[in-house]
């Protein structure tokens, strides 16, 4: 149990399980940080890489589509402005023709001019809108497709080392937050676009008040730049400590029964809580942060305004028509600079959480699982390790200089103190874990070589706690294989699990799950388990502790279908119990990741390593 909860959230600082942060990715992230001068620049770049990770290339059409919908609608807006304070002022004083830009127009050809930039706005507005929504839409689902296809395609050990919740967390905060930045950045370009149509407007009519508005907003941009750092500190500690937040409730959330038991329920609450502050604490300064943001900016907006219609008063008008006109645009640039200004900012609060998913799709890349181009399906199905050794990456050797063969249909039992290799043994012959060294062969074939996207594997598996999905018993059965019913039911037969079937008022369409309580006990589990690798006729099939936990008759009818199995399936059973390993016909010894001793059962029990091992960690039990 983690003592310090911030321990899951401070890079550096990390627990020893958690594994999900890996170190290229702090290393990546520092020099970009001492590149004060570039940070802007680096900040966008990485964006961009982020972006091009999480596979959102094509937005670049949409967002081209936005841009050029923002520069019709601004200068459609921008014309509009200048020519209905003219027609305004001109009807003030009088005059039946209204001067624009140099042009003379009647008043009311000028207000049909209005009226038409008018229904131009509307129209490219409303196309905007449209691809706006399409962009943050694809912008969701690219994203969410991206984390999902690679983290489905990293290698086994990614998978197996990634945290609880973790994918969850990625799929609904993190992509949300990539679909809030793409929504970010189209209303900074539409924001922008609509400046430089103003601004371009307002350069016609009056280029000394348009030089005014851009010097204003570049002192803004200064003024709010420390803003901007502080935000986006505070969006790399959101995402971190919701994302801890996240996945601690989601493993606390399947652990309430041995909480409870325990009698640490209280403590387990106390660590969630504690997150739970923390996250709030976070989000009050980010959004206190944002809420300044505002009213820094405006007000010193509001103070240029002022300052502006002190000078315009204080000098002599000569083209009133323009003067009005030039502050409609700028006042309705200071909306445009506020939006360009908010966007950094909204940019900023989501580039930690945009980030952290990139580096996580970068790391379940990088770590792709290596198919062979063609999948090969051996002539036959005999298990051969030839000098196999194993670490997990530090020092120890998980299994060391294994070497061992059976033949084909045999009833194998592996045997050793926990600790000694077995899972990992279990793990390269399931083709998962590759061995450091030597080869393990199914007939001819790496059991790597055997991985098959067609449902189709000539291998199977049998864990020791068997998951299963929300659904029915056929369904688990079937396990995504398409099965008809009849096969179906015929691997229940085998697993002898049927006549459990047949007594439930649902039969096969009994919902389980790992949720809501579970209609199987502990033993029906592990027959629906041999059920699924059944049905799909495997010619091997590995047995992780099958039996470990399991009441007697559950165990008798497990040992039952292996024996009916033996002559046509290679089996590997590991197993503590020397129960399940009395009916074998070879045995293979493990202490310590080294084998010991292989052979027939009879030569193997009565020699010295098998018994060195029952006495201490087999429990017979009949
Ligand atoms: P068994 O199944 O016989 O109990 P395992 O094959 O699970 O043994 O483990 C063999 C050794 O490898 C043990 O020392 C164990 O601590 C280590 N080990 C197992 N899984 C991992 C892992 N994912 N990462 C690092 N070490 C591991
Ligand atoms: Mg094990």
Redesign the pocket.
């Given at each position: 149990m983690r003592d310090d909860v911030t321990a899951l959230i401070e890079p550096g600082t990390r627990g020893p399980g958690d594994r999900r942060r890996p170190a290229h990715r702090r290393s990546s992230r520092s020099p970009r940080r001492d590149r004060k001068g570039k940070d802007k620049r680096g900040d966008l770049r990485e964006i961009a890489r982020c972006l091009r990770v999480l596979g959102l290339k094509g937005l670049v059409p949409r967002l081209a589509g936005v841009g050029v919908m923002a520069l019709v609608a601004g200068l459609a807006q921008a014309g509009m402005l200048v020519i209905i304070t003219e027609c305004a002022l001109g009807a003030a004083q009088g005059k039946r023709q209204v001067h624009v830009a140099g042009h003379s127009l009647s008043f009311w050809s000028a207000i049909a001019c209005s009226v038409a930039l008018l229904v131009v706005y509307g129209l490219s507005s409303v196309a905007g809108t449209f691809l706006n929504t399409s962009s943050t839409t694809l912008a969701l689902k690219a994203s969410q497709q991206t984390i999902v296809r690679s983290f489905f395609r990293a290698d086994w050990?990614v998978q197996?080392?990634e945290r609880l919740g973790h994918i969850q967390q990625l799929l609904s905060m993190n992509a949300g937050q990539v679909a809030g930045l793409i929504a970010s950045i189209v209303r900074g370009l539409v924001a922008f676009l609509t400046l430089v149509s103003l601004l371009g407007v307002a350069v016609i009519v009056n280029p000394l008040a348009a030089t005014a508005v851009l010097v204003v907003g570049a002192i803004l941009s200064v003024v709010m730049r420390p803003f901007n750092k502080l935000t986006k500190a505070a969006s790399r500690k959101l995402s971190s400590v919701s994302q801890a937040t996240g996945t601690l409730a989601t493993e606390y959330s399947r652990m309430t029964r041995e909480f409870r038991v325990f009698g640490v329920q209280s403590r387990a609450l106390a660590q969630l809580t504690s997150l739970v502050n923390q996250t709030a604490a976070v989000y009050r300064r980010s959004q206190r942060l944002a809420g300044l943001y505002t009213v820094v900016y405006q007000t010193i907006a509001l103070a240029f305004v002022v300052g502006a219609i002190a000078v315009v008063g204080s000098h002599k008008i000569d083209n009133l028509g323009s003067v009005g006109a030039v502050l409609l645009l700028i006042l309705r640039s200071l909306s445009s600079t506020s939006g360009i200004l908010g966007t950094g900012q909204a940019i900023r609060s989501s580039q930690g959480f945009v980030e952290d998913a990139a580096s996580d799709v970068v790391r379940y890349e990088a770590r792709e699982q290596r198919n062979p181009p063609e999948v090969t399906v051996p002539d036959r199905f005999d298990v051969t390790f030839d000098h196999v050794s194993?670490t997990?990456?530090?020092e120890?050797l998980?299994?060391e200089d294994v070497s061992f063969s059976v033949p084909e249909g045999a009833l194998v039992g592996v045997v050793?103190?926990?600790?000694?290799?077995?899972?990992?043994?279990?793990?390269i012959l399931l083709g998962v874990r590759q061995p450091t060294s030597g080869s393990a062969l199914i007939g001819n074939v790496h059991p790597s070589s055997l991985a098959r996207t067609d449902g189709k594997s000539p291998i199977a598996f049998v864990p020791q706690d068997p998951l299963l999905l929300q659904g029915s018993i056929a369904y688990n059965i079937s396990f995504f294989r398409d099965a008809p019913q009849e096969e179906i039911e015929e691997a229940a037969r085998s697993a002898h699990l049927a006549p459990d079937i047949e007594r439930m008022s649902m039969g096969y369409d009994t919902p389980v799950g790992e949720g809501g309580g579970g209609a199987l006990s502990g033993g029906q589990r592990q027959r629906l388990a041999i059920a699924r690798a059944l049905l799909g006729r495997p010619r091997v099939i590995v047995l992780?502790?099958p039996t470990s936990a399991l009441d007697v008759r559950s165990e008798l009818l497990i040992r039952q279908t292996l024996s009916e199995l033996r002559g046509h399936v290679t089996m590997i059973v590991?197993s503590h119990r020397l129960a399940t390993v009395e009916n074998c016909d070879y045995l293979l010894v493990?202490s310590?990741?080294h084998l010991t001793d292989a052979g027939p059962r009879e030569t193997v029990v009565n020699g010295e390593p098998f018994s060195r091992v029952s006495s201490t960690a087999l429990i017979g039990t009949g």
């Open positions: 050990s197996s080392g194993f997990y990456g530090g120890a998980a299994l050793g103190r926990s600790g000694s290799g077995k899972t990992t043994l279990s793990q992780d502790e590991i493990l310590d990741g």
